[in-house]
């Protein structure tokens, strides 16, 4: 696709006297486009076997029980999201439906959209029924509005059987359906706490257990790491693990870290390197908010004084010694001539997470590869690349960034998180994430997520708010309506009121 816009040019030079060009150009959304190859149902036995600490191996050496059909059946890739394929209603419609572990809801385009090739047509299908509510979810990026309904839902490549589930049908969206994408839908894989309009709307995932009797824990595995989003001869993929753990899909150790509250997947981050560099921030800095792991964000997000110390310490200990701000805040892109890759200028990042034994952590390390990310090309002769981080003022969010280095297991039946190296984040045959550990973690403070607000909690004092701003406005009607002996004429009451406001996501 042509890539229409002015090139400003920079020059810089290198330590050590090496020299390369430096290009920017504004940040686009690339729309590419994907290859979907037809799903096959398979029968499936389900019988799971234990690795010896009550975790669900999706597989069995003896051939007994075989989840390796559920192997690649993501696909796409960070910057459009990963999909995975589902049939929805009687007869089944096939749907693209975006994986997303930030969000509770499972919701599908119900009527047309310019950027989507086709929509789950609730007429159509002889098992869906309304229940006679309306749903509104807000993201980080767009909404959408619908109704709530129940159909019955199957997954080609997933677990075997047809369930009734919960479904939000999309009837009205902004900024949700993006030019370029190929889904039609998005599945929250999270906890009830965050289902739209409460939690009484039963996520996916628990209907999937409460039915079909699987585990409650699931793995997913993102490949799209260091490859480019103009790359659409070859999408990424990967795979999603429903009822367990596929022991193919990594290498090494699993690093399990507590799940502290069981909304979004919260985890305690204790500390932040760049380099052999430790940003030394108060590790409630980190945690601000909250700190999440959701696949259905793009980039790593960091609270802004985390952002901050982060770009300065990269710019520090970088051989660029000069760049220009706009690639650190997304707006621009930087470019190298063809084959001159910026990797090497760049340090490795690294997350200390609190383990399951809270006086110990472990480190996952992403390389360059990871957050300075391919984008296109400009006339053949330039590869473009954007920064794969950016500043957040509602937490830090582990998104799509660091998740396409490792295999990351939601274990919700014992409320943790494992992380373990992905066998496909590897470029060139080398290996784009590290994972180490344990260390200790008395140099840090007891609880780092102490003192953090929920945002259900949040709701209650907004709503308590609301209700003594209603009181107040009720008692000065009353002043204006009923007559006061003792007022003095020449007064004037005035209501200067202000809207409480709330973010639903």
Known sequence: MAYTTSVSVFAFCLYFCVCDCYF???????????????????????????????????????????????????????????????????????????????SSNFAVAAASHPFITHFFNTALSSTYQSVGRTVAVRYTQGNWEG??????????????????????????????????????????????????PDSSVEPFFNSLVQQLGIPDIFSLQMCGAGLSASNTADPAGGSLIMGGVEPTLYQGSM??????????????????????????????????DKAIVDSGTTLLRLPVNV????????????????????????????????????????????????????????????????????ITDVDGTLDCFRFGLSSSANGLVIGATVMEGFYVVFDRAQRRLGFALSNC?????????????????????????????????LWVISYALMAVCAVILIVLLLLLVLPCRCRNRSGEITDESSL??????
């Open 255 to 288: 690093w399990y870290t507590p799940i502290v509250e069981e909304w979004y997947y919260q985890v305690e981050v204790l500390k932040l390197e760049v380099g052999d560099q430790n940003l030394d921030l108060d590790c409630r800095e980190y945690n601000m």
């Open 24 to 102: 920017a150009i504004p940040l686009k959304i690339y729309t590419g486009r994907y290859n979907v190859s037809s799903g096959v149902n398979v029968t499936r036995q389900v019988a799971l076997t234990s690795d010896g600490n009550g975790l669900s191996l999706a597989s069995d050496p003896t051939g007994t029980v075989n989840f390796l059909d559920m192997v690649n059946n993501l696909e796409g890739d960070s910057g459009r999201g990963y999909y995975i394929e589902m049939s929805i209603g009687t007869p089944g419609q096939k749907m693209n439906i975006l994986v997303d572990t930030g």
């Open 147 to 196: 109704e709530l309904g129940i159909d019955r839902v199957s997954i080609p490549k997933g677990p075997n059987g047809s369930v009734p589930i919960n479904i939000a049908a999309i009837l009205s969206s902004e900024g949700f359906f993006l030019p370029g994408i190929n889904w039609q839908g998005i599945l929250g894989l999270a906890y009830p706490m965050l289902a739209r």
């Open 307 to 374: 952002f901050n110390a982060v770009v300065d310490a990269i710019t520090r200990s970088s051989l660029i010694q000069e760049f220009s701000s706009g690639f650190w805040d997304g707006s621009k892109l930087a470019c190298w001539m063809k084959g001159e890759t910026p990797w090497r200028f760049f340090p490795k990042l690294s997350i200390y997470l609190r383990a399951t034994n809270t006086s110990q952590s472990f480190r996952i390390t992403i390389l360059p590869q990871l957050y300075i990310q391919p």
């Open 500 to 505: 409480v406001r709330h973010r639903i996501k």
């Open 425 to 457: 984040a590897v470029s060139g045959g080398v290996a784009l994430s590290e994972i180490a550990g344990p260390f200790s973690a008395a140099d840090v403070a007891a609880n780092c997520s102490a003192g953090v607000l929920k945002e259900p909690l």
